[in-house]
């Protein structure tokens, strides 16, 4: 395959000596002559491990070259375009390089029946990739489709990241592409599947990807700042967290839903953000938790009351399924702040029999939502019946919810993340984020 590659940095480099490893006749191209003049020499314009003798593998073999900007006619098979998006003063992304990249292509590619390919490695926001993708199909004589392909390299590691990616990205409005093909082409020695998403989400995904790296780090950090007030190796500690791979080190609670709550998280958040500010530590990242997470569930009121309801039915008002447990619902919090405004709230939970409760449950019952005994009904379709709004809030009441329904002009909406058959069955449902 004939490649012409845009930016010849950390990335454009290690993307463009990879890809002529795999076998593709490769072109760098750059605004800048001094890189152009190194890759020509077989020498790496950065400083990467083991990349200048690849580079110079490639060069004697003749799959590697680079040519300046000016020189370029863009008939190639696919291009990627790997140049810099920095951040301007106040934060936000400068793209502008990508958007001179996609109007040079635009310039220099010759009118073809030959399909053409671009792949945007470079991190972009979604505005940015759908503003490329729209200029390609207006200009459907060029026949080119545009696929963002974000990268997961890493300075120091980026050839072994490329040989042995952590996933597979790709990012199209064309689901014709054999992006299977293409990737076994690009990436020869990994067996990896690869996510075909849409152009917003692997936009997203990237970010995603780079913001929960960053988050990481800030928390053993800033876990790290506590152990040293109290004097624990902050290193044990968190080889205990990592030890965890069920619910630390997992998938467990990185799904978008419902805000957390219960007895624990929320007493526990603030205790340690509460022992390390008297101790002169300042957890910014600790202390945003709960910020954030009242944040949450106020927008999802907002979200609800902008409906102007007038009856709304819980599916749902523990903290999670499978419990009786109050303290510190979100569900409560929302049930409350829909009576405070008038509407009529209607709840089923078939985990909660009020008559039992005792305790530090029946006291929040009676601090919090003592009307609960008068709206907590037996069962389903009497919850629903007549509400404008179904919140379904836990997800073991979904195949009660698929065998009563709802009133067609109900909306329900979904906390828990239903799929696509029941969205199809139930009618008109909001996801929370999706």
Known sequence: MRIALYGLGYVGSVTAAMLAKAGHAVTGIDINPVKVDLINKGESPVNEPYLAELIRDQVIHGRLTAIKR???DCNSDAIFICVGTPSRNDGALDDSQVRQVVEEILANRSKS???????????????????????????????ANYVVHPEFLREGSALSDFQSPPLLLFGTEDKTLDLESLSKEFYPNTCLPIHNVGIVEASIAKYASNAFHAAKITFANEIGSICNIVGADARSVMEILCADNVLNISQAYLRPGMPYGGSCLPKDVKALVNF?????????MLNSLDLSNDQQVQSLCSRILAKNPTSVAFLGISFKEGTDDLRGSPLVVIARTLIDEGVNVQVYDPNIHIEKFTGVNLA???????????????????AISGSEIVILGHRNLLPELREHGTRRSSVIIDLVGICED?????????GLYW
Request: overall charge negative.
């Open 276 to 284: 390390a500010t008297k101790a002169k530590t300042n957890p910014e």
């Open 70 to 72: 000016d020189e370029n």
């Open 364 to 382: 929040f019952l009676h601090s919090m939502i003592p009307e609960l005994q008068h709206m907590s009904l037996d069962n389903l379709p009497e």
């Open 113 to 143: 029946d030959d399909p053409l390919i671009v792949f945007n490695r470079s991190t972009c926001l979604p505005d940015t990739h759908l503003w490329a993708n729209r200029v390609f199909k207006d200009n459907s004589d060029l026949n």
């Open 422 to 430: 029941d969205i199809r069955l139930l009618g008109d449902v909001e």
